[in-house]
């Protein structure tokens, strides 16, 4: 199932940015649904994820206190709202869904185990 995934785009750092990610068809039961996010050279990272089932939320280090992970059940879609961007948070960011994974796994591991990814999407956050 390929995830649908909008937003992103260019901002001067301490600027806001949002991201969201549908998955398709009422009967995909999510269990866990995230971001990672890859910049060049360096390995995918785990961002941040969320269980639709008890919106538990889980953030890296690095982004917590500025990104806030939030979902929508009843459109199946996710969205990120990142705020006081860094240029560091530049990146091509991925949603990935699974229906088994604990939504801790986005920051755990880098998302290899994740049934269904979305094309990614660009942020770059200028100097």
């Known amino acids: 199932v390929q995830l649908q995934a909008s937003g992103g785009g260019l901002v001067q750092a301490g600027g806001s940015l949002g991201l969201s990610c549908t998955a398709p068809?009422?009967?995909?039961?999510?269990?866990?649904i995230g971001w990672y996010r890859q910049a060049p050279g360096q390995a995918r990272e785990g961002v941040s994820g969320?269980?639709?089932?008890?919106?538990?939320?889980y953030y890296a280090e690095s982004v917590k206190g500025r990104f806030t992970i939030s979902a929508d059940n009843a459109t199946n879609t996710v969205y990120l709202q990142m705020n006081s961007l860094k240029p560091g948070d530049t990146a091509v960011y991925y949603c990935?869904?699974?229906?088994?994974?604990?939504?801790?796994?986005?920051?755990?591991?880098?998302?290899?185990?994740?049934?269904?990814w979305g094309k990614g999407t660009q942020v770059t956050v200028s100097s």
């Open positions: 990935a869904a699974d229906p088994h994974l604990h939504p801790i796994v986005v920051i755990t591991t880098n998302g290899n185990a994740f049934e269904h």
């Open positions: 068809g009422s009967t995909f039961n999510i269990n866990a």
């Open positions: 969320i269980s639709p089932v008890d919106g538990r939320t």
